[in-house]
């Protein structure tokens, strides 16, 4: 039985684009440019539970970076570390994919390097427009395609 869901995971994951599994902006936990890692901001990246966490410029459609937790544990809260700073120090760059990227195509581009978590966006009418943000997709999102079944987050 694990076999054909797989198979049918694999299909499936040939046919579809990163917009039809990614996690969608007003789902993703992000934090903004100008606040500092102190307590209170430490214990809300604790609850999230995630491991990468964007940070946006003064709209949440506007990502300029991430913050890995990870590289938060050396951090004091007494010290209240701004996130601007973090996020020059350990300088992770983001990478950004159109929603119509086909899953194959985003598994070949992880596996590249660069990152586990993309940025996904849609081109905008205009020429000059900036595209729209429409959310983020991981490494886990297109397993869990693959395999045709939700992974419980530990
Ligand atoms: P994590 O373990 O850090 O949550 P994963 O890459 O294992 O990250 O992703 C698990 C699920 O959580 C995926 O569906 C992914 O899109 C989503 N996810 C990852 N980071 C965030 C975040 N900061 N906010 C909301 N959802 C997220």
Same mark, same amino acid.
């Given at each position: ?6 198979? /049918?995971?694999? %299909? ?11 996690? @969608?902006?007003?789902?993703? !936990? ?10 209170? +901001?430490?214990? =809300?990246? !604790?609850?999230? $539970?995630?491991? &990468?966490?964007? +940070?946006?410029?003064?709209? &949440?459609?506007?990502?300029? $970076?991430? =913050? ?16 601007? @700073?973090?996020? =020059?120090?350990?300088? &992770?760059?983001?990478? =950004?994919? !159109? ?5 194959? #195509?985003?598994?070949?581009? %992880? &596996?590249? /390097? /660069? ?8 081109? #905008? ?7 729209? @943000? ?5 490494? *886990?999102?297109?397993?869990? *395609? ?9």
């Amino acid at each position: 039985k694990d076999e054909i869901t797989m198979l /049918g995971g694999a %299909f499936d994951f040939s046919q579809k684009t990163v917009g039809q599994v990614m996690t @969608t902006l007003d789902d993703v !936990f992000m934090l903004e440019a100008s606040l500092s890692l102190n307590f209170e +901001v430490m214990l =809300l990246i !604790f609850q999230s $539970g995630h491991s &990468r966490i964007p +940070v946006y410029d003064k709209s &949440r459609d506007n990502i300029i $970076g991430v =913050l890995f937790t990870k590289d938060l544990i050396l951090l004091d809260p007494e010290d209240s570390v701004p996130i601007k @700073t973090v996020l =020059l120090f350990f300088g &992770r760059t983001v990478l =950004l994919v !159109f929603f119509d990227t086909t899953l194959n #195509k985003m598994l070949n581009i %992880f &596996r590249q /390097g /660069g990152g586990h978590m993309a940025i996904v966006q849609k081109k #905008k009418g205009g020429a000059d427009e900036n595209p729209e @943000t429409l959310g983020i997709v991981t490494l *886990e999102d297109l397993i869990e *395609e693959i395999i045709g079944q939700d992974i419980v987050d530990e």
